[in-house]
């Protein structure tokens, strides 16, 4: 054999053979585990639909219990969005039918 062949069959590092290898087993493990963490958080960050479930879910619960606490706060604001979205559709149809006539006439 080599000389680093037999070297490792007479020399020390031999003699602390099962202390390094048990050394290095649980470091590997370690390392498997810590991996294994970082592969599993990364899975959860690309997976769009599950998080897009779980925002919904999150928004819900909050809208849930802001009516819970004030149920007349949050009908009001309802209705004002609703009455915000109606008129600015209105405006922009009214804006579009203002602005059509002056296209055609160009």
Request: hydrophobic share 40%.
């Given at each position: 054999?080599?000389?680093?062949?037999?070297?490792?069959?007479?020399g020390?590092?031999?003699?602390?053979?099962?202390?390094?290898?048990?050394?290095?087993?649980?470091?590997?493990?370690?390392?498997?585990?810590?991996?294994?963490?970082?592969?599993?958080?990364?899975?959860?960050?690309?997976?769009?639909?599950?998080?897009?479930?779980?925002?919904?879910?999150?928004?819900?619960?909050?809208?849930?219990?802001?009516?819970?606490?004030?149920?007349?706060?949050?009908?009001?604001?309802?209705?004002?969005?609703?009455?915000?979205?109606?008129?600015?559709?209105?405006?922009?149809?009214?804006?579009?039918?203002r602005?059509?006539?002056?296209?055609r006439?160009?």
């Open positions: 054999m080599t000389a680093s062949g037999s070297s490792a069959q007479n020390s590092p031999a003699q602390n053979g099962s202390g390094d290898v048990d050394a290095l087993r649980a470091e590997i493990d370690a390392t498997r585990a810590e991996l294994g963490r970082t592969v599993d958080e990364l899975s959860a960050r690309l997976d769009v639909p599950a998080r897009a479930r779980e925002r919904v879910a999150r928004t819900r619960d909050t809208a849930v219990e802001t009516y819970r606490e004030s149920p007349p706060v949050v009908i009001g604001a309802g209705v004002a969005l609703v009455g915000l979205v109606l008129g600015l559709m209105m405006w922009r149809r009214k804006r579009a039918a602005v059509a006539p002056r296209r006439k160009s």
